[in-house]
């Protein structure tokens, strides 16, 4: 399965944009990429996926490079309640399951 | 509303006991997941279903099985416990929509410790 990087951690400021990277150079043309947050002491819940344009919703938007090689989430402007893990994944086209790795730890300072 | 929820939320059992880890949907999905979550590891699949009588085998699955007699319940049993099997559980559901899976619903997880 292809893999995913992300860095471990990176740190914000409240009310500002943050750009969360994550590197998936041996993505393949039906794998759609994911990303997922995981609050302390809860299950993950959903952010946003895409395919190959740059999605939007009321979450985030997430910037797919134009080789599928790297891709962005970006939170608009960061609250504390957006302290989280962010997982990137990529999840074969109809298969449904999704590989999380150890995902960017994101601190928001106030 | 609809809801994924587990049951119990809290575990202590001791090594070679029979466990049972409940999930119950309300959505009317298709597809139930079952993860486990350990320091260092991030999430990993265990068990999965598509459908009522369908079950697979994820990424860590000896020590467990799983069955699904309907849609809404898929209960995650550890046939004899072992204090590897120390840790948090997650169950999770999604909607078969062809393409792709648009969202996996998570419930708020089981912590279990075996002694």
């Known amino acids: 399965d292809a893999k995913t990087t ?105 | 509303d609809a809801e994924i929820t587990q049951s119990p939320r809290h575990k202590i059992t001791e090594t070679g006991r029979q466990v049972t880890l409940a999930c119950h949907q309300t959505w009317n999905h298709n597809n139930m997941f079952w993860y486990r979550q350990d320091l260092g590891h991030g999430l990993r699949l265990i068990h999965y279903s598509y459908g009522v009588q369908d079950t697979n085998k994820g990424e860590v699955s000896d020590g467990y099985s799983v069955s699904r007699s309907n849609t809404e319940d898929l209960p995650l049993t550890l046939e004899s416990a072992a204090s590897s099997q120390t840790s948090v559980y997650f169950c999770a559901s999604s909607e078969s929509l062809g393409l792709s899976n648009n969202e996996q619903f998570f419930g708020p997880g089981t912590r279990l410790t075996v002694l």
């Not at chain 1, 997430?62 to 080789?67: F, G, K, Q, T």
């Not at chain 1, 086209?93 to 730890?105: A, I, M």
Request: charged share 20%.
């Open chain 1, 6 to 110: 992300q860095p471990n951690s990176m740190e914000s400021n409240e009310e500002e944009p943050v750009h969360l990277p994550c590197n998936h150079s041996t993505i393949s043309g039906t794998d759609y990429i994911h990303w997922y947050r995981q609050l302390p002491s809860q299950g993950p819940e959903y952010v946003i996926h895409g395919l190959t344009s740059n999605v939007n919703n009321r979450m985030a938007s997430l910037a797919i490079a134009e080789d599928r090689k790297s891709s962005t989430l970006i939170l608009h402007r960061a609250t504390l309640r957006d302290a989280a893990v962010y997982y990137c994944i990529l999840e074969k086209g109809s298969n449904y399951k999704l590989t999380f790795g150890k995902g960017t730890l994101l601190t928001v300072n106030p």
